[in-house]
């Protein structure tokens, strides 16, 4: 990559200004250090690569995920229930960066696209960011152009955690990071849910999701909510699987 940018002659610091890193991102990845894909797409956008230079197509989720996968299948059923159009698993390629959406639902006759990126544990908050803000700036665009829309006049972005002990830890553990990543409330969300989705505007939000949830059961809570000290449903991943599993 420092050939690359010598041969354009850039800086390091131009460079990251153009890519919109910073210099130090600049500095490990051409010392070979990994970072976000998100990060590699910026870079190779700076520098003008190839478009047909691509990253090969990341492999299936592996299907032994029962946790994730109960997670999908409740929120799909509950946006299908509302008459959205229903993906899962959505493969997607822009440019340099390639990638699977978890689900998505988009309303064609509003123009409205909700993106959900479950996550039923962190253990790399820098490899969950970057995955979910490089949907949030690509994904949008790329899924128009799928289904013959000119673009989405409503774009709402919601990180979905297990609502276990486990994931409130680490979110507790870094709340500025996520309240960044994640600031806006739950109107958006909350809105797909029952049928009324955004007519303009994007958003970004957490919630805690209980794939157990029954009718009388609450089955999501906000960020803050969360933080101010709701009991989770399961200590972590490991009790949610046994009980989707059918074991106590």
Known sequence: MANERRRRGLTTRRLAEKARLSAASINALEAGRRLSLDAYARVAVALGLPLEFVLDRPPARPRSDVVHAAMGERQARRLQATGA?????????????????????????????????????????????GSYNAKRQYLARVVAEQIGLPRFESQT???????????????RERQASFKSLCPDGTESWQAWLEGCPPLAGASSTLVFFDPFASPRRREWVGLDEGLGGVRPRVRGYAEAARRLNGRT
Not at 86 to 114: K, N, S
Not at 157 to 171: D, G, I, K, N
């Open 157 to 171: 972005h919601v990180m979905v955690c297990l609502w276990s002990a486990e994931t409130l830890r680490s979110v």
């Open 85 to 129: 159009k229903v993906a899962i698993d959505h493969p997607y390629q822009h440019y340099q960066f390639a990638g699977r959406a978890d689900v998505l639902a988009w309303r064609a006759d509003t123009a409205a696209l909700l993106h959900i990126e479950n996550r039923t544990r962190f253990p790399d908050l820098q490899q969950a960011a």
